[in-house]
């Protein structure tokens, strides 16, 4: 009876570190994304001197993300989204498996790329819902 009742305690510790260690883990691989869609848009940009908003003209491993130029309903979904008509400006939305948005906001213009994050539904980039900008995560 004690071995069981030791057993349940352990349980009871180590279920919820596990769950939030978990959480943590997919909202990084969601950083990861949105990073990696950043990359992306910087290296088309470097060749057209623009950012796009076309999914299918970013030449990246679509195993791990998939680009849509909608908000992002789920996870591994990169929304892309450019800001201005001279397409200096893109922001990108990812929503990790928690059911946090991340997003960056990288302007070419002003030499700056921020971060931001919000608790919404779907991920829209077009009208981020984020609470402040920040220089990182």
């Not at 997919?26 to 623009?50: F, H, I, K, N, P």
């Not at 030449?59 to 990169?78: C, D, F, K, M, Q």
Request: hydrophobic share 45%.
């Amino acid at each position: 009876m004690v071995v069981v009742l030791v057993i349940a305690i352990l349980l009871a510790i180590a279920i919820p570190t596990f769950i939030a260690t978990r959480h943590k883990a997919d909202d990084r691989a969601a950083q990861v994304g949105a990073r990696q869609g950043l990359s992306s848009e910087l290296s088309y940009y470097s060749t057209g001197q623009q950012f796009t908003d076309d999914p299918a003209t970013l030449n990246v491993e679509t195993s791990l993300y998939r680009y849509v130029a909608a908000p992002s309903a789920g996870p591994r979904e990169i929304s892309l989204y450019v800001v201005d008509g001279a397409r200096q400006r893109v922001v990108l939305g990812v929503r990790s498996d928690t059911g946090t948005c991340f997003y960056v906001d990288h302007d070419m213009a002003a030499a700056v790329t921020r971060y931001g994050q919000a608790d919404v539904p779907a991920c829209n980039p077009d009208a981020a819902a984020v609470g402040a900008w920040l220089p990182h995560w």
